[in-house]
């Protein structure tokens, strides 16, 4: 993976965008390995991947030349630097699958993240987390207004970009939810918007569907309700349990959160209402 | 295809079912080609498949002879003779894409039921339907009641044996779907039971999945809320409108419609309470 | 459907390709609907959707226009006009699950063709085609020369832009290959490169894999080695015996064909040595 | 999961195998919780699960008692007792995907095996291996002859039912291979028969395949020939470089390898000819 700059955009759709950003990067040089667009009810959100060695400034120069361009297309913009890894502080209860799965993903660098801490309201991943070399925090949730207080401060103290909810059963307060748009990640056992809330496998089950699924999404303050990042399912027969159910849902829990993480460390995702724009 | 027959059971499960009933079939010489079972909560389900010439007798002699065995262990039975094909009555609106599938299913064999005709709200499919040689009719619904009351006189008349909603956008009055459980099917055309009801492909546009599905399902007096027989989903993204939604939706939904009505008129779907079992 | 421009583009790689292409839409006014850029090899490769009516002028004068700058980075381009249908030949043999599937697309405007005429070294399918009002023509097969000879003038004749074989089990003379390259598109029911030639599912039942599938590609003069534009595969087991791997195959070749088409219509498809770049 | 015996069967297929099986069962109050048959060929092949508690003697007495039917059926047989975990050796070079999966399922007790020793031609897994409290036994591999006696003393040593190449990039000698038939398993990086032996990856990148696989079969002394247990695809486009397709590559072959793995420690999985039946 070389060194690149990543250029995203959303703006009130115009004539002209498209040519206004290729002309200044080509003008300065930049060679773009990778363009997106996408237009949606007179919006336009834009990705651009460029070399950074094509460039003859850093990110830094790169902002403040772009700002007047910006500023003349109404632009939301952010320039991401592919030096500087998202750091993910993720939250866990008992069930690790998803947390095994991140865990393996950074430590052979496919998933090229910062993990400056976990936290959980159980004991029981310490030593696995421990072996990474990465801090272990217990938090206790029988106050649960000042457990979040607590899990809210570890999250700055630890400068944290994104919280990823891998498996976190508890429900976050909407306040929270609210200071963190955009920044915090759920996977959920179902294939919403069905079987939102508690024991989707087993909601699943009763209602005797055909396929189970599993959904990462960012986490608003209406429970499972932010926009979806990435979804799948699998075929399930009436001969499964609700135990097979669980099992079958591990691998596709684990796989969704991985696969929707990585298009929101590389940029790829872009929030549009209660939507997602995601450039693949 | 040999002529086999296909027995279906369903009793409160106990030790020797199988038993007994492979060897009430193996002393008359049967000669068993496929066999399935299940247990749900105490009940035991059951498809045999045996071949109709390694019997000594017909299908009325082999009902004779196994009723004092399904009395003993309270059996719902069935046995259909793979001879006789199931007659299925098709509804059909102004969408045809279920519809044509069908019919190509059946002018090919694949699918080996007969279609004893063809009733819709609308004229648009006349030719088409007459083109295969089977009677189309029209019902006009501006009175509902006396169109579903000609609806079931069709279906009796033409002695139908399952009625196919193959996109009939109308919902069947209660007393209706009260009259024949377990013998009208419908596809709808959303990953049940998300986007029940009106618009499922606008729904789902709205909300921001990342696939969208159907489902095949036996209609009962509750909307979109019966029995599950199949279902599957397809990928889209952002880029995707509602109009690529519904081109989408159209192969899937012809595709699970037509897996059903298979697995339903090779006698392989038991209903269990409001879930199904599917012998594959 | 908007009236719209199809430009795509192949070139060597360097900087400035998307600004000089997009400044050249825009200093016109030009509104892009869709972009979509690929490098591969030092090779550059664009496909810009735009709106006829943003423009000034007709295709004729953007020509015109854009000529200069595609000399100046020594472009191979074309320009598709959205109100200009492709004309595909289709050629078949028995097998008719393909062309019903075109057929139905094709007169429900999914897909947006003409279909000058039918050819195929059967009469079977004489009375569905002409059911359609599409031209059916015959060609004897007894001698092969002749009737290659006879499929290209009549290609010629009704002007087709792309030869569609749709389950036609006859091998192209190389010659006939050579002379429409990236113009004859084939269905081949396997997963290729497995199963290679006659009789793929036979071949892939005696294999026992546990999936099988079809492949859509251009043909050349090496026997199902063609650039592959689209497959898929799905889930097969050890009860499914070669007719029921025939059947399944139908409803994925189907599929794969339909989708691969689909790509090719809307200029999406841009040969890259002995593979495709598909801009979806 | 209760404690079961499980009883696979293979045979001359003839009327009343099963009567006779469930008829023996059935005799000594035995509760069979699954049943599955197959016919190929002339050959019956069967599979059944039985509840311990239900049966009035253990696994021996059941042998004891059942060998005179299995005998008059001309049977293979055996029994399976769910309190005897299979023993996995699991062989490793570099690549711990597959490794990483295997052990995380084993200490989670989905997988219900023994993992007696990990078997590595490099040191790096190590320490990873040694956190799981299994001995980790490196082979050196410049004498090949000597390093796969030394697999096999261990393999003996280790009591292995079973021996897992989890990325094990050396290719077993034929005598090896020969010496356990139907104990070998491997996970090949592609979907089989494309693309055998090395670097499957970049031939299906360069052939411009629209999916890649992974392919869990049983080892025989032909290369990547032996009979496949389980297969699947995942898509990709032409955006993707050969390391793209390994990272996705990575995710299909662990899940083939579990699920694999899992059918054939559930025995789930029946040697016929150079196929498998895989009773699910």
Redesign the interface.
Known sequence: MNHHYTLTISCPDR??I???V??F???H???????N????QDRFFMRQEIRAD?LPFDAGEFCRRFAPLADKFAMNWQLADSAQNKRLVILVSRQ??CL?DLL?RWR?K?LRVDIPCVISNHEDLRSFVA?HGIPFIHVDMRDKAAAFERIAALFEQYRGDTMVLARFMQILPPALCQRYPGRIINIHHS?????VGAKPYHQAYL?????I?ATCHFVTDELDAG???????VRI???DTVDDLV?YG??IEK?VL?RGLRYHVENRVLV?G?????F?
């Open positions: 004539v002209g498209i040519a206004a290729a002309g990067i080509a003008q040089g930049g060679f773009i390995v990778e363009a667009y996408h237009t949606e094509s690790d699958h095994d393996y052979t496919e072996w294939f919403l918007p069905s079987f209602r005797g569907v055909k396929l699924g926009p979806i990042i990435e979804q799948d399912t027969d009436h001969g099992r591990r691998d796989s991985a549009c209660n939507k997602t724009v995601v693949k």
